[in-house]
């Protein structure tokens, strides 16, 4: 059997993949012209390394990254709200959080696909608004698409603002805004213990996680009207975040190239992950806010599930929609928590963060439970059983 995989991002090049290595022939097409190293970073959580064992680079990634360690949350003058620790992760699920460049994935997904399978500058078919492959979807219809590529399968992981989910769901409500603006950079690492963590102010979020040699990720979200534009975007951060706790100041400055993006979710939950032959995967399907760091996680595990179900995608809406949904829903939640700005409401959220940590040392991991807590789909891989070791 046939697939088409639209978009090269990490879904889709992990779809890719496990199709193959369930013995399907794939096809993956991207329209950009080349696949560009972007600078930013990602936290594969133990649900996702899980899919990516199941595929065989799950070891490859820990080889290349670095483990998240003791992390947690601070508030802006540096006080710890509450903390975790690598030891305690691994015996509640069973894996460390590892920390990567997102082009170290993006490599190292694209030297697994078959020879010849990733097709650059090509353009899939999906035009604005309606259409959908040749013309609009009412003339060649959503399995008409598939024909057209001659594919038993279409995958659509073409990204938060999806022409394919507007052509299978022309009147669902599209993503709507956040409330922030996120900044995303690679910065050397200082000198000194440098440690995971996350700090909150009042309505701004700064994140740091230390990669593997000489290199942080440095984050950050503010609560700002849509489409605002800035000049210089490092004199941003420095002005929002420059008189914060140590090591932040330090890290701005090293910030040379700040990549910066309005942040879109779903409200609304899909009525399925897949209309005839064509199934949605990751952003194209849930677009979610980046509160619990499982944007490409959950793409990852889309990615696995499709193909442990195809062709049988009512299967695989019946995996994944559920489960989508509620982690969209918290990590909204958590959104709508950090970008409060309001003194008192601040004080109190910082109060009954740090109470709950102190009540329960396990907090921050168990509330990851329904999220960290996942298993690839039972299905048989070349031989090898869900989540065993390459």
């Not at 903390?83 to 691994?90: E, F, G, M, P, Y």
């Not at 031989?383 to 065993?388: D, H, L, S």
Request: charged content about 20%; glycine content about 12%.
């Amino acid at each position: 059997m046939r697939a088409v995989v639209i978009g090269a991002g990490i879904g889709g090049l992990t779809a890719a993949i496990a199709l193959h290595r369930k013995g399907w022939e794939v096809e993956v097409l991207e329209r950009a012209p080349q696949l560009e190293p972007v600078g930013s970073g990602l936290a594969i959580a133990a649900n996702a390394l899980k899919a990516l064992d199941v595929i065989g680079v799950g070891d490859e990634v820990r080889k290349l990254s670095a483990i998240q360690g003791t992390a947690g949350l601070r508030s802006s003058d540096g006080k710890w709200l509450m903390r975790t620790t690598n030891d305690r992760a691994v015996a509640t699920f069973g894996d460390s959080i590892v920390l990567l460049r997102r082009a170290t994935l993006t490599e190292l997904l694209v030297e697994r696909l078959p020879k010849g399978a990733l097709r650059l500058g090509v353009e899939a078919g999906f035009g604005a608004g309606t259409e959908l492959g040749a013309g609009p979807v009412s003339e060649v219809g959503v399995d008409d698409l598939a024909d057209r590529f001659g594919a038993d399968l279409v995958v659509a992981a073409d990204g938060i603002h999806s022409a394919a989910r507007r052509a299978l769901f022309p009147g669902h409500p599209a993503p709507i805004y956040a409330g922030v603006t996120a900044w995303r950079a690679i910065v050397p690492k200082p000198e000194g213990v440098v440690q995971t963590h996350e700090t909150w102010g009042r309505g701004l979020v700064f994140g740091v996680m230390p990669l593997a040699g000489s290199e942080v990720y440095v984050y950050a979200t503010d609560v700002v009207p849509a489409g605002s534009t800035f000049a210089d975007e490092r004199a941003e951060l420095v002005r929002r975040f420059g008189s914060w706790h140590d090591p932040i100041p330090e890290l701005l400055q090293g910030a040379e190239k700040v990549l910066r993006n309005d942040v879109y979710y779903l409200d609304k939950p899909l009525p399925a992950m897949h209309r005839g032959r064509v199934a949605l995967l990751g952003d194209a399907a849930h677009p979610m806010t980046p509160n619990l760091g499982q944007g490409a996680c959950q793409a990852i595990e889309d990615a696995v599930t499709l193909a442990a179900t195809a062709p049988d995608l009512e299967a695989y809406t019946r995996a994944r929609l559920e489960r989508t949904a509620m982690i969209v829903a918290r990590s909204a939640a958590i959104n709508r928590a950090v970008t409060l700005t309001h003194p008192l409401a601040v004080r109190l959220r910082n109060l009954g963060v740090r109470l709950g940590g102190k009540l329960s040392p396990d907090l921050l991991l168990r509330s990851q439970a329904p999220v960290l807590g996942w298993e690839p789909p039972a299905a048989s891989w070349s031989g090898r059983e869900p989540g065993a070791r390459v």
